[in-house]
């Protein structure tokens, strides 16, 4: 389930239509690459996405970008190289609260539970009430507080119980 939940890649589409409407990918290798990440294929969405990272016209694509591979080699359970863009992505946009997320989930599965906190307030509090950021939350939560069962079932017979009834 987390490594469904590294897919939190903006695709660019999306990040496009933030600032201008655009027909189409401008860059349709990163385009691509985040497509193969939400399709759980995160060796092709890296490869896509390291070839659209070379050809990234401007910040926001070059974030998105690194973004994206942060959330691929996460799920490919790279972490090192994981930690390193997600940090090239946060130097260039200390405010990409997909980038936070991405690396909380890096962080929970190396059992770095309070930098995972640390991340996951930060993207709560640049996206609130993300469905994303709730979804991360919720990982780690049952990580370091898991719940556990309330409901005990007692089916033993008592003695002078009826076993026809």
Not at 45 to 74: D, P, Q
Not at 102 to 124: H, P, S, W
Request: hydrophobic share 40%; charged share 25%.
């Amino acid at each position: 389930m987390i490594s469904v939940l590294c897919l939190l890649c903006l695709s660019l589409a999306a990040a496009a239509s933030q600032s201008r409407t655009v027909i189409g990918s401008t860059n349709p290798e990163l385009q691509q690459g985040a497509e193969a990440l939400l399709a759980e294929n995160a060796e092709e969405g890296v490869r896509l996405t390291l070839i659209g990272l070379r050809h990234a016209s401007g910040k926001r694509e070059r974030v998105v970008g690194l973004s994206n591979l942060c959330a691929g080699y996460v799920m490919l359970e790279d972490f090192d190289t994981a930690f390193g863009y997600c940090e090239r992505a946060l130097e260039e946009d200390d405010e990409h609260w997909r980038t936070y997320s991405n690396r909380a989930v890096a962080y929970i599965k190396t059992g770095r539970f309070e930098e995972a906190e640390q991340d996951l307030q930060k993207a709560e509090a640049l996206s609130p009430g993300s469905r994303t950021v709730k979804v991360v939350r919720a990982i780690l939560l049952n990580k370091t507080n898991p719940v556990e069962p309330v409901i005990v079932i007692d089916d033993r017979r008592q003695p002078g119980d009826d076993p026809d009834k």
